[in-house]
């Protein structure tokens, strides 16, 4: 697979992102979504089967999993599967979850669980708005292939788009779109979560052992806002006529 | 125990706060904090076995465990023996480590791991700031009964107060430091970490499936600022002399 | 929580013992017990999910749950999270769930378990007995929460109290009630569980890479009824006129 | 395996006893050990790897495990494979090793593990005291296959004997080694450990969902001491000039 | 027991075969089955609770479980306890459910789980096949106790029978029945299961670090019948009147 | 990616082979592997930290893992998270490994640790042979990206190739290379893993609940004798120059 080219940037500017959509068949929606050399195959497969405490209310679910293949990285890391999911990948798989249902009509959905999987095939940082981006895509080609079969078909079960970013304080400047380099020397980090029409989804900021301003705040909020309106015309380009929203 | 008294409160006003240093003796720092109903106890112990990851380096370490009792909830709560930690009591002691580690000097430290853990006695809404709140005076405490033995006993290992409050809004207002029934009702939840002296550590802003505009985001920062520099004035009678900021 | 005082003892005194009732809300009995410095949250929860065994019976179940806080100790205590509970735990959880269930008219109870969980604050010898004989005060006042909820409301579900103490020989001499350094020190452990009638519920006496000869264990049985006789007084009086026996 | 015959048994007799020492050949003991139907495979195992908290004091250690076969029981016990040891394993096992611990020498056994394994491949009750004076017997052989590479050959790491038995009430009348259907109607049930020269090891009396009185233990001991001496008499018959003691 | 003599075999010479059956009697079949030093017990538990899978079909089930006891090898194995069967284990209790499966009649047997457990007393190589040709005799001796309950008691749930041998390449030559020795010195290494009749249910052939050419396999393949053949003749002598094949 | 096509294919007749370099640029050797719509990302990962039991003896090791994505299945496959690899798991990871290693030179490798992630996108059958097919070429990349540090650069770690694929008979005839229908139909299903030069590293037949003959099994392995060898062709072509053979 050519990787996406990896060029200088400008602090304000994303990483060339790539789509694939269809990447394999035995899901309902298969995405491979890549972000410079981020990599994350995003699928989402449809089940009659929702959770026990949500059974018989004619209401779905959407859950997410977030996973990075051993050869994501080097060194190679290690599976998880002795049981103990670390903590980064349980804050991340509830954090796409939570996104996907915060535009999701979900009685629209009929009782149906989708479950949206982000495996990572290759990470260099930004695999969590990464997984988000692109697992959004996954779940509209995967409802779109049960549109028939919904309660009622007119009514779409998502409301709005979904993309994600990451901005942060690197060596002083406010930069947008970490990669793994800038992410591993950034003295704050922030992932947003925001839709189409600009409305917050999630705001996690945190100071790696260090703290900030008021005004740093203000700054990374603004380029945050800016990357996913770029990010949203990327999603609506590769999904041409699916696009289901005005 | 007499519970503190629930009286209405505004929107922006605090739950009264109690607080007990010293409740048990074994750990070096016991505080039992309680914010309304809510009550942790938070213990910060001390040991000179550091993080595998960190040996020989001369540096120490600070991290957080949270758990709620069974008996802290009704109905009650199974507790989490299984070996699989939800991925909630996951994020929630991530979050309480990282907010104390931003405000510490963890050379001055020395090769020294304190363990803060937060044990909820009884949870009604913001388990997570109480903890943040509380474990930083267990802490400070804790790191007063070793002052004689770090590396350079004229400097302290934090160079700042940590306090935690949540803001969010709730049936189209914005109401500060939630309780369970706030909570549950919420449309958008947000808490914030800050130090005494106003700087961001930790935002984590969530649209509880739905999600909030600019001047939503604005109003609960400025009201999560005001929680904070009351809880920082608290803390600071709760330690009287050993309070070791300026 | 100034602690209960450590006095010089008698080998047949009892340490000091405190009680609060309705320490937190949440569970439908609630006790903060101490015994010297050992301090144990017992808490009663009443659900109406039996164990599956005994559904569709019309008899209820107790049980109980036993875990050490990891600040109760010096130097600090693991979490038992691993899925793995050491076998002391185990052994004592079952022993206060048998302990409770030997006074017990299920049949009374109708179909509802009790979960009684000990969670020791601080850990100073004799947490089992300590959790024996809170956690019966504990059932107690869950048990009068449901009092008009029972199949026949005149027909209190426990027919005898109960509690617990340990004893030994340290030293040659025979002592009641051993603390964490006489426990440390003792040939010879028992734990004697007996009802407020002198009635047995449970011996257990343990050689400590020892042996013990007939009349040991006489002294110890004669010393363990008187301490038994005094702590069900002291349940008598926290419980003042909700002592349901005669 | 032509099964020892079961008789009727008077309440103070003993079930028949068969022992075969060296059944298989790996461990270094290895004994059969039959009462009535209940059979345990007792193995002793001797490795230099003592556990690592008791490493270079040039002490040894015995510890044992204990496990049902399947196949013991009708219906069929599942495997405990899951990570999760039931509460009552973990509590025989426990006791099997406390016990052997009891008469030993460890400093004379230098530097040594010795696992005593008990796997019960038929259980018609009192598996745990069968287990105990069968482990007994394979701890003995798998001393004299190291004799000559103990610290101190002429000194022999065991001070006595060690043989346990089961009595109970049943149906209002004291019984002496209780199988299965007498242990399933007993209303206490009692399982005592003792030396050859008439030491109690443990001792441990349980009201099921009943209680005892004075008298009831008294009965109890006297018979248990009994059937202890019987036990004992058996052994060393087993061993005949293996038998170590005077 | 006294072992079965070990003397030095041709190449082409099974071990020595003994076979007790009832060797315990809470299983519906057990066998102890002994090749050379190699010793299992084989029990068959019959049980009416087929996998949720199967329920409702009016079909049976036979599974198998496979385990070596600590104590059958030196050093020690230790127990597989943690939750996680390793590899080899699951490959031979599935090797050993799928054999026997291979000549049963699922429909004949009735809504009805039969669990062929295979515990190894000793180990001296050729276990899962010892496991294979003692658990169908156990299963044989189980099929005939519940032969008047079956759908069709006319209708023998088995239509053949099942051995199973190893072959391998020696030191350059090809032997039969390796012993622990044989096995760990083999470049090529083959388990070979047929039924009675002389069909393949399952070859498993493995280079051991080392790859083998067509006359290898060929002659192993011959080796192995002839063993097979031997092991049917035993199998037929020891059940006697009981089996159930012209 | 456009699936490779599916045409109708002739029971002798390999399904259609696409292989692509160089996928991901974090692991050494990256190699994504598609047989018809089966489609494996097979990456190689060099470490320094060989395996415990190998250290400090100068040889290197070749381990592989195995596991499908939850997308690459309908319906979706749920995750390997809970500590406990299903059996099926387990012997395809160690199958792969052995394959591997059985044309290693692990001397020629030095103190290293390899490890083959296999993981399957897409799963239509034969995903253990694509694995062990696929693996080899990422394991080639691997050793040639680490060839100048190896103890004798003249000396390559491999002294064949190795490919496999599966046999069955499905429906009378004897088949190749099959799919999942196929899989799901067959009566005999056989992996073979054979090196370039046509010597056999392993055979595993397996009736499913049915058995074969002699003349079977001879049909089936001339057939994977001839599938080996034009999978061979197309791993050298994909290789071109850094086919390392004669």
Same mark, same amino acid.
């Given at each position: 697979?050519?990787?996406?080219?990896?060029?200088?940037?400008?602090?304000?500017?994303?990483?060339?992102?790539?789509?694939?959509?269809?990447?394999?068949?035995?899901?309902?929606?298969?995405?491979?979504?890549?972000?410079?050399?981020?990599?994350?195959?995003?699928?989402?497969?449809?089940?009659?089967?929702?959770?026990?405490?949500?059974?018989?209310?004619?209401?779905?679910?959407?859950?997410?999993?977030?996973?990075?293949?051993?050869?994501?990285?080097?060194?190679?890391?290690?599976?998880?599967?002795?049981?103990?999911?670390?903590?980064? *990948?349980?804050? !991340?798989?509830? #954090?796409?979850?939570?996104?996907?249902?915060?535009?999701?009509?979900?009685?629209? #959905?009929?009782?149906? #669980?989708?479950?949206?999987?982000? =495996?990572?095939?290759?990470?260099?940082?930004?695999?969590?708005?990464?997984?988000?981006?692109?697992?959004?895509? /996954?779940? !509209?080609? /995967?409802?779109?292939?049960?549109?028939?079969?919904?309660? =009622?078909? @007119?009514?779409?079960?998502?409301?709005?788009?979904?993309? %994600?970013?990451?901005?942060?304080?690197?060596? @002083? /400047? $406010?930069?947008?779109?970490?990669?793994?380099?800038?992410?591993?020397? %950034?003295?704050?980090?922030?992932?947003?979560?925001? *839709?189409?029409?600009? &409305?917050?989804?999630?705001?996690? @900021?945190?100071?790696?052992?260090?703290?900030? %301003?008021?005004?740093?705040?203000? &700054?990374?909020?603004?380029?945050? &806002?800016?990357?996913?309106?770029?990010? $949203?015309? !990327?999603?609506? @380009? /590769?999904?041409?006529?699916?696009?289901?929203?005005?």
């Amino acid at each position: 697979m050519p990787s996406a080219e990896q060029k200088p940037r400008r602090p304000n500017e994303l990483r060339p992102v790539r789509i694939r959509r269809r990447f394999t068949r035995a899901a309902a929606g298969s995405v491979l979504y890549q972000a410079g050399r981020t990599t994350v195959l995003c699928t989402a497969s449809v089940s009659d089967q929702v959770p026990s405490w949500l059974a018989g209310q004619g209401r779905g679910w959407i859950t997410a999993e977030y996973s990075m293949l051993p050869g994501s990285t080097a060194p190679r890391k290690s599976r998880e599967r002795d049981g103990r999911l670390d903590g980064r *990948t349980t804050e !991340i798989q509830r #954090l796409i979850g939570r996104s996907l249902r915060a535009v999701a009509d979900l009685a629209a #959905l009929g009782e149906r #669980l989708i479950t949206v999987d982000c =495996d990572v095939l290759e990470a260099d940082g930004g695999t969590r708005t990464a997984s988000i981006t692109g697992g959004f895509l /996954a779940l !509209i080609d /995967a409802l779109h292939s049960i549109e028939r079969a919904l309660p =009622d078909p @007119g009514r779409f079960p998502l409301c709005d788009s979904v993309a %994600a970013v990451s901005v942060g304080q690197v060596a @002083g /400047a $406010t930069v947008l779109d970490l990669d793994y380099q800038q992410d591993a020397a %950034a003295s704050v980090d922030m992932n947003v979560v925001m *839709t189409g029409r600009g &409305r917050f989804i999630e705001i996690q @900021g945190t100071g790696e052992e260090s703290t900030f %301003a008021d005004d740093d705040l203000e &700054r990374m909020l603004q380029l945050a &806002r800016q990357g996913i309106r770029r990010l $949203t015309e !990327i999603q609506r @380009g /590769a999904l041409g006529r699916r696009w289901p929203f005005a």
